[in-house]
């Protein structure tokens, strides 16, 4: 996978080994999508980076400065994302916070990926994954930079007809997809998990909400999932993405699904869905 990379305004792919983000995961990261230059969903992206630099104490990069450094990097790809990276920067060795950290910021861009018409039309195949999602409320809704449940969850299976799996915390309630934000439409409302003890809050959960004041943020479990008359997954990169199977429930995406890939298409969001 190419990449065009700035490290801290410098075109190059050196970072150095002493870099707190790489020894212990100290930093966040934002993913976020691009469609000719323009960003729908920054302002949101830029609160979730300013709330998870407050809460991990690291000092927030300039957003003009992020902003400049994302058109530069995306410059000539019509559909990109571009990775925002800011670690608390070079320390010493320890656990220590250093007494006057110097930020480093990555700023990359690739191309999009392309889900495909039909999985906008139909809907895409989960499964359950056996990982659970450890609590820690003061990590809760950040994206920090530790993904390791993530990526041992994905491990999980290696079969191309399923897309996403399923994460639940040590209670069984769930939480997202490994990739995702999830949400359901059960008797006629519209629920998403509630992300009070782990998970990431995502920049499109946070549209979806807006757009739908109505929503529920609550606690959801398996068997709830069961009775849901319809079920999407929600992506600052991918979009709204309707699921047609979990396991062996299986599901058809409905109005509320419909309405908010309308609504993507309408925020400039470019999918083969819009047409």
């Not at 790489?22 to 960003?39: C, K, M, N, T």
């Not at 799996?165 to 409302?189: C, E, K, P, Y």
């Not at 396991?247 to 047409?275: K, M």
Request: aromatic share 6%.
């Amino acid at each position: 996978m190419s990449a065009r990379l700035l490290v801290n305004g410098v075109a190059t792919e050196q970072v150095s080994a002493l870099d707190r983000g790489f020894s212990y995961g100290d930093g966040l990261f934002e993913s976020i999508r691009l469609v000719d230059g323009q960003a729908p969903l920054w302002p949101r992206h830029m609160q979730r980076l300013a709330d998870g630099c407050s809460r991990l104490r690291i000092p927030l990069p300039d957003p003009l400065q992020l902003w400049s450094e994302a058109r530069r990097v995306s410059a000539g790809i019509a559909q990109a994302v571009v990775r925002i990276t800011v670690t608390r920067g070079i320390g010493e060795r320890g656990y220590a916070l250093p007494v006057s950290p110097q930020p480093s910021r990555m700023v990359a861009a690739f191309a999009a990926p392309m889900p495909g018409n039909d999985v906008y039309s139909h809907g895409l195949r989960m499964r359950v994954c056996e990982l659970r999602l450890a609590e820690q409320p003061l990590l809760a809704g950040i994206k920090h930079l530790n993904r390791l449940e993530q990526v041992l969850a994905r491990a999980e299976w290696n079969d191309p007809a399923i897309a996403e799996g399923l994460l639940r915390d040590g209670h069984g309630r769930v939480i997202s997809a490994t990739m995702a934000n999830l949400f359901a439409v059960i008797d006629g409302v519209l629920l998403t998990p509630a992300l009070d003890g782990c998970g990431v809050a995502g920049a499109a959960r946070a549209e979806v909400l807006a757009v739908h004041p109505q929503a529920r943020v609550t606690e959801l479990n398996l068997q709830a999932l069961s009775m849901a008359s319809e079920i999407f997954l929600s992506s600052s990169v991918r979009g709204i993405l309707p699921v047609q199977s979990l396991d062996d429930w299986r599901y058809a995406p409905g109005i509320v699904t419909r309405q908010l890939q309308q609504h993507w298409c309408n925020l400039g969001f470019s999918t083969e869905w819009c047409g």
